[in-house]
């Protein structure tokens, strides 16, 4: 059955008033595939859908939506149930959900949940979203370290319905500091009465509850873990991130640098509407616009030169696009490379180093190229000025593609700003003016 | 201690021959760490670190390393022990690294090892790499769907020194077929002879072994799984793709996607040397370079406009750029978003439906901007040329940057062809055209 017999079929269902056939259908879904469904569904079954799921397949279905539908639903079931099915939530899902309601709402909701949630889910909301307190949930378990096997065995029974994402129990001490950390396979191939502390693993990796969420997944990717804990500054465990949670960053940080690169606006998606695109997009190409201007300013600081020798204009696109893409280039590999180095001076020299000799090889080639071609054409004094301009350009084009990135990365300035159209556009500018002033001073031979 | 504290304290074991201060030291390091320590000892110092790592050790680190450094431990410690050292790899990277020696040196290996492993890993390396056959792994245990948990436990009792990074048993039943998965909670949670058929989970969600490995990432990322079991046409269970691989995928897209709209060449990183870089990049700019020179040959075509009315030239790159720049704006969503979509008419129409409405707001804000502009500094004619032809280049734009990935993605070619820089040097071409044939139509009111 594809997506669409299958909102079909759960139409007829809802308008039959069939329960039983529909919850039979929910039963065998995976969340992701009823927040599918409900997404698929005219707005006018929504409510009589929502009726019919429990709280824990609203809790499921809700953690897949974006906010705005998120929100809908919220409204839709009212305070009493919204709050049976926040308890069900990962509270990490939950505090951004919350973050995105009025103070009062937020207030109002919370009062309505089980207070021990409640507190965890308000402590969540003070930690910055991209931060591991943000991305962590309070959906584990922990055990002290004097237990048996036995003794943790049935505290996990009393946790039975807990999300079944979980693969390790957790150990602390007295002080309730993290100790340990134990997975259910090492408790299936021990001893029922075995003591946790001789069989946990006791160098546990954790990260600070202030890590930013990049050098948290950067962590777990190069542990191959599935979860980390995390800790405050004196190591007592308040929640652990999972991996889900760290491909959902991964996604995000790579999303963020093609927008960085292509400076197309924040979160703009295929669902996005045209509008709210464009307002993402504007002020990045009216600033854009202004700065193309310069451009033209530069060129008509040239005019004599210009009216002199028309022919300059040929080369003129072909040198400016040249530079901009070799600056795009080295952009992208800076960007993309910033995740996985840290910038530390030897790696920056070498850097620059390398992207210097790229920046000569690719100039001699392309210039010694185009030197051929406009002497054939035009003849040597051409072949001079658009070969020479060329191979110049071409190695400031890679030198800002490069520098320019890494100098805002090293003063916390927001990379966005390195975009590639930026980039481009200030290249544009850099190729001019070598370009015409290398006519200009060989236009008595022209 | 610090990673350079790290190294200077190994070396002076090694210098020492301190095995066993040496052996405590590593038995606290991760892979990754231990990996890391590798490529930071000088050279000299690699055959004897070598020497004190266990098989299993030295199987760990292998998996961490880049081809050629994995390759030369393969040399430095000789066929037979070598082989060790394969059994005990994860045979998905054990494939991979296969792949890259020659098929004598593969049957030399293949040999060596124990026939059970080799045999799975060849079959490994018949699979296309980026397929979940290519990802899969075999460290993952199979029960039978008529055992207890009892048996359960004493299965994976011999599997014990199997890796740690297992979190269910799949169930399989007299012809093989993967008819249910169960986890280690359930066990723990069950009657020690309870019926793994009674516990099990069985509308188990498995992938074909020929499904794409960015379809596999997806599917774990959707439904939050950390492994998900590949089958045969006859549902018979080949292995496992883990989570930490599917991450490495994500990543590996991410990259794929930025060299595409940066043509900025494969797998460039902080380490590739210049000379490689710049071979990579190479083939684009050349191409892109005679594309640069249509631009001139488009321009010569309007000498006589030129000739008359060089001021024409000073609006030339700001209306050049802000196309490339629309462009590469739509061309960033596409390519982003094929990665989460599938891509049926309705999507289509819908996104090309959106970037026509983006196109028509941002060339009627960018143009009239410009034209106001041009007005004040040059009259209505300029204004009218200058204005018209950017809301009409802005529209061709959006267009050519969301059209011509979808044609491609469609018609199956390889979209790295629609790279960033290409479609900005069309857009310069497409601008060039409608800016001078408009400034011509209107050649004799200026």
Not at 138 to 151: A, G, S
Not at 226 to 249: F, Q, R, S
Not at 397 to 407: D, R, V
Request: proline share 3%.
């Amino acid at each position: 059955m594809n997506a669409d017999q299958l909102t079909v079929l759960i139409i007829k269902y809802l308008k039959e008033n069939k329960k039983g056939a529909l919850e039979k259908v929910i039963d065998e879904l995976q969340p992701y595939d009823i927040a599918q469904l409900y997404q698929n569904l005219p707005g006018k079954h929504h409510f009589k859908f929502l009726l019919y799921l429990s709280p824990q397949q609203i809790a499921d279905l809700i953690q897949e939506l974006d906010s705005d539908l998120q929100i809908e639903i919220l409204h839709r079931l009212g305070i009493e149930k919204s709050s049976k099915v926040m308890d069900l939530m990962e509270n990490d899902d939950l505090a951004d959900l919350l973050s995105e309601l009025s103070v009062e709402k937020i207030q109002e909701y919370l009062a309505a949940m089980k207070s021990e949630d409640s507190t965890y889910v308000q402590n969540l909301m003070t930690y910055s979203p991209e931060t591991a307190g943000g991305l962590m949930t309070n959906q584990f378990v922990w055990i002290k370290n004097d237990y048996t096997v036995r003794d943790a065995v049935d505290k996990l029974k009393s946790f039975a319905e807990m999300n079944h994402t979980i693969y390790y129990l957790y150990v602390i001490n007295d002080n309730k500091e993290l100790v340990g950390v134990v997975s259910y396979r090492d408790m299936l191939l021990s001893n029922i009465d075995e003591k946790i502390s001789d069989i946990m693993f006791n160098r546990v990796i954790s990260v600070p509850v202030d890590l930013d969420q990049e050098e948290v997944a950067q962590l777990i990717q190069r542990y191959d873990f599935v979860a980390v804990p995390v800790v405050d500054e004196k190591n007592k465990l308040l929640g652990i991130v999972t991996v889900d949670d760290v491909i959902d960053v991964v996604i995000q940080e790579a999303n963020e640098d093609i927008e960085k690169l292509s400076a197309s606006g924040k979160d703009i998606d295929f669902n996005t509407k045209a509008t709210t695109a464009s307002f993402r997009r504007l002020p990045w190409l009216i600033l854009l616009l202004f700065i193309g201007l310069i451009s033209g300013s530069i060129i008509s600081g040239f005019e004599d030169t210009l009216e002199q020798v028309v022919a300059l204009v040929f080369f003129m696109p072909m040198i400016a696009g040249m530079t901009g893409n070799t600056g795009t280039q080295s952009l992208a590999v800076v960007v993309r490379g910033l995740i996985s180095h840290d910038l530390d001076r030897k790696t920056v020299v070498k850097l620059v180093t390398r992207e210097l000799g790229v920046g000569l090889i690719i100039g001699i080639t392309c210039g010694a190229l185009i030197a051929i071609i406009a002497y054939v054409w035009l003849g040597p004094i051409y072949s001079l000025i658009v070969g020479g301009s060329l191979i110049l350009t071409l190695i400031i084009g890679t030198m800002a593609g490069t520098i320019i990135p890494l100098l805002l990365y090293r003063f916390n300035i927001d990379p966005a700003v390195a975009s590639g159209p930026l980039i481009t556009t200030l290249n544009d500018i850099f190729s001019l003016i070598v370009y015409f002033s290398f006519a200009t001073a060989f236009l008595s031979y022209l």
